[in-house]
């Protein structure tokens, strides 16, 4: 005879293991063994690539309401399925004059200590996956207004990917000064 297992009370052990660190974390990539993978996308000109990690979707543009005494980089806030979400024009944080929008713009989602936040890109291009050996400490001839927010790049078929990290991006007091 079989007993009946309670799927709330499985769901309720996993996620208390969960929070107690109980859960594997996400391989390296020197413990993967498989490789690496991004989101690979444009700004300003150059193709990059954001841990696949970081990034927890990617939209087309949304409507935003303009947050008063915000810095111009800031688009605004959005509706994203019920949750306010702050949208940062990245390619104006980086220099860019305002005005600037494109049909191929996206809106990668990332979560920053708990939040969502979005930033604009000039377009994505996709999953990219790399190999260990294809990976480089060096990012470069970066521009250096990107470097505090690169992680090294990988290298392949004579091109080089930058790796952005948009968390870094996210902990960096000048993205955190919103305010005017």
């Not at 929070?19 to 996308?41: H, I, K, L, N």
């Not at 992680?151 to 305010?179: D, I, Y």
Request: glycine share 10%.
């Amino acid at each position: 005879m079989s007993t009946a297992v309670d799927p709330f009370l499985v769901l309720a052990d996993l996620d208390a293991r969960c929070r107690q660190g109980g859960a594997a974390t996400a391989p390296r990539m020197d413990e993967q063994g498989d490789g690496w993978s991004g989101v690979a996308f444009i700004l300003n000109g150059v193709r990059m690539v954001a841990p696949l990690g970081e990034v927890t979707e990617i939209l087309h543009l949304p409507h935003t309401t303009k947050v008063p005494g915000a810095r111009a980089w800031l688009r605004g806030v959005a509706n994203v399925r019920g949750s306010l979400v702050p949208i940062a024009d990245l390619p104006m944080f980086f220099g860019r004059r305002q005005g600037a929008t494109g049909k191929r713009q996206r809106v990668l989602v990332i979560n920053h200590d708990q939040n969502q936040i979005g930033i604009i890109v000039d377009d994505v291009l996709g999953l990219q996956h790399f190999t260990a050996d294809q990976r480089q400490e060096s990012p470069g001839d970066i521009d250096e207004t990107l470097r505090p927010y690169v992680l090294g790049a990988f290298s392949r078929e004579e091109n080089l990917w930058p790796v952005f990290s948009p968390q870094a991006l996210t902990r960096h007091a000048s993205f955190k000064q919103v305010a005017l």
